[in-house]
Nanobody
């Protein structure tokens, strides 16, 4: 059974930075693409970033491009989301998810396993 655990969330002022981590247990991250999604109160869950199993391909939502960076360390079974220049509109619960294959995708339907989420709050 695959379990994903997010960490690194918290409260930060606008312009600040946070680094989220997603660590798996049960099965390794190898050979699986990983995505980050977020859900703000009253809104649908939306794509943030994704990375292929090799790390060679990454995708970002337009709203975070140039500010967020996704990376992975397969030896540690961990995927990271570095978030810089945070804005109040980035406030949400952030989830990581493991895809059924190696290809990074923005499609939420392609992800089989999900973590419980970590809260990110950007406020002055």
């Amino acid at each position: 059974q695959v379990q994903l655990v997010e960490s690194g969330g918290g409260s930060v002022q606008p312009g600040g930075s946070l680094r989220l981590s997603c660590t798996t247990s049960g099965l390794t991250l190898n050979y699986s693409a990983i995505g980050w999604f977020r859900q703000a109160p009253g809104k649908e869950r939306e794509f943030v970033a994704a990375i292929s199993w090799s790390g060679g391909s990454t995708y970002y939502a337009d709203s975070v491009k140039g500010r967020f960076t996704i990376s992975r360390d397969n030896a540690k079974n961990t995927v990271y989301l570095q978030m810089n220049s945070l804005k109040p509109e980035d406030t949400a619960v952030y989830y990581c998810a493991q895809a059924a294959n190696t290809i990074a995708t923005m499609s939420i339907a392609r992800y089989d396993y999900w973590g419980q989420g970590t809260q990110v709050t950007v406020s002055s």
